[in-house]
T-cell receptor, first 115, second 106 residues
Framework: EPEVTQTPSHQVTQMGQEVILRCVPI?????FYWYRQILGQKVEFLVS????????KSEIFDDQFSVERPDGSNFTLKIRSTKLEDSAMYFC?????????????FGPGTRLTVT | KNEVEQSPQNLTAQEGEFITINCSYS?????LHWLQQHPGGGIVSLFM???GKKKHGRLIATINIQEKHSSLHITASHPRDSAVYIC????????FGTGTSLTVIP
């Protein structure tokens, strides 16, 4: 069965550094999402992306964050200057195209540790 | 402000018990999701509902749009059902509940 993949599985970075988290959604999906989950807390919506542009973003998704779909398969989340509080698990998800079902398929997540 | 509230937060059950997890929401939605998060962190979508009731195996999910409430039921619970169950609703964005941590004891 097709699946959403994410790389790396774990990223350690120093405060102030830029990180890029990568996701490969399922190939015929058109709606893409990034979420984060700080350890011990609930999942939080960051951004949704459709037709090569952001369709919705949360208050968390400030100017330090950006998303791209550079080549039609990868979907990336960039954090320009990481802060300690960016340490979290980041999940990518995609939604099946051409249906009204809105069923989401989640990637396994990238654990980001900012030191 | 929590757009999605789940109860209970924690639940321990004996194997074989019938389990109910509740979700209430305060925003207008087009869909409600029940998700399962395993101890390793991975998230799996169990159900997407916009009305009525759905059943997959031992899992049943219901939604009452007028009351803004959904329930997830697990019949004949098993230790492998132990996980965090998360309710998420799609309004203008996705809003997530804090999850219900379920432990099923053999």
């Amino acid at each position: 069965e097709p699946e959403v993949t994410q790389t790396p599985s774990h990223q350690v970075t120093q405060m102030g550094q830029e990180v890029i988290l990568r996701c490969v959604p399922i190939s015929n999906h058109l709606y893409f999402y990034w979420y984060r989950q700080i350890l011990g807390q609930k999942v939080e919506f960051l951004v949704s992306f459709y037709n090569n542009e952001i369709s919705e973003k949360s208050e968390i998704f400030d100017d330090q964050f950006s998303v791209e779909r550079p080549d039609g398969s990868n979907f990336t989340l960039k954090i320009r200057s990481t802060k300690l509080e960016d340490s979290a698990m980041y999940f990518c998800a995609s939604i099946k195209a051409g249906t009204q079902s809105y069923e989401q398929y989640f990637g396994p997540g990238t654990r980001l540790t900012v030191t | 402000k929590n757009e999605v509230e789940q109860s209970p937060q924690n639940l321990t059950a004996q194997e074989g018990e019938f389990i109910t997890i509740n979700c209430s929401y305060s925003v207008g939605i087009s869909a409600l999701h029940w998700l399962q998060q395993h101890p390793g962190g991975g998230i799996v979508s169990l159900f997407m509902l916009s009305s009525g009731k759905k059943k997959h195996g031992r899992l049943i999910a219901t939604i009452n749009i007028q009351e803004k409430h959904s329930s997830l039921h697990i019949t004949a619970s098993h230790p492998r059902d132990s996980a965090v169950y998360i309710c998420a609703v799609l309004g203008n964005q996705f809003y997530f509940g804090t999850g219900t941590s379920l432990t099923v004891i053999p």
